[in-house]
């Protein structure tokens, strides 16, 4: 079964730093969709940055960029020049492939505190 | 801009009592989803669905049920509530036709069993 496992619970960092924040992962299939996703102070959960199994390239978006690292079953979230705004918590995801009907299943989430 | 609205926002409700949570999406997305969020846990899937009429279980089914009577409406039902239900539930969508993306969140509800 599939399984995302993020064993950092909180990271604290000063601003205008770079931040690495870990997820490994479980899965059978040989294509596979990750994703990280950003929950904000008022609850809201935002998307962030995806990452397709089959591309060798690292995803970036803005200040946020991936870390794929496949025979480890690993994606890294990095963020650059971090901002207080940036602080909140962050759910790392994966979806195996296929179509139709799938799951999309959540790791435990890293909160992250940017102080000045 | 993906919508996804559930109701109501908060809910107290007595142990034992019937529960249902509502999650409507204006997306025509196919898969639908319902998460619990608890500390330490992070998002837990309870059940997902990928179109009307259908419903699958999550890796957390046991004491909710789920109806999709529609590709907008999907509803998660609690028939007997306890404590331990009391929880953040959030409802997703998303869409596999054209390839995929992501799925997009509802602003969640807030449910205390008492």
């Known amino acids: 079964a599939q399984k995302v496992t993020q064993t950092q619970t909180s990271i604290s960092v000063v601003e205008k730093t770079t931040v690495t924040m870990d997820c490994v992962y479980e899965?059978?299939?040989?294509?596979?969709?990750l994703f990280w996703y950003k929950q904000t102070a008022s609850g809201e959960i935002v998307f962030l940055i995806r990452?397709?199994?089959?591309?060798?390239e690292n995803a970036t978006v803005g200040h946020y960029s991936l870390n794929f690292q496949k025979p480890k079953s690993s994606i890294g979230l990095i963020i650059t020049a971090t901002q207080i705004e940036d602080s909140a918590v962050y759910f790392c995801?994966?979806?195996?492939?296929?179509?139709?009907?799938?799951?999309?299943?959540f790791g435990s989430g890293t909160r992250l505190l940017v102080s000045p | 801009e993906a919508a996804v609205t559930q109701s109501p926002r908060n809910k107290v409700a007595v142990t034992g009592g019937k529960v249902t949570l509502s999650c409507n999406q204006t997306?025509?997305?196919?898969?639908m989803y319902w998460y619990r969020q608890d500390t330490g846990h992070g998002l837990r899937l309870i059940h997902y669905?990928?179109?009307?009429?259908?419903?699958e279980k999550g890796d957390i089914p046991d004491g909710y049920k789920a109806s999709r009577p529609s590709q907008e409406n999907f509803s998660l039902i609690l028939e007997l509530a306890t404590p331990s239900q009391t929880s953040v539930y959030f409802c997703?969508?998303?869409?596999?036709?054209?390839?995929?993306?992501?799925?997009?969140f509802g602003k969640g509800t807030r449910l205390t069993v008492v």
């Open positions: 899965t059978r299939d040989s294509s596979y969709f």
């Open positions: 990452q397709d199994s089959y591309k060798k």
């Open positions: 669905s990928y179109g009307a009429g259908s419903t």
């Open positions: 997306n025509n997305h196919n898969n």
């Open positions: 995801a994966m979806r195996e492939g296929g179509t139709g009907g799938y799951k999309v299943v």
């Open positions: 997703a969508s998303g869409d596999a036709r054209q390839g995929f993306t992501e799925v997009f």
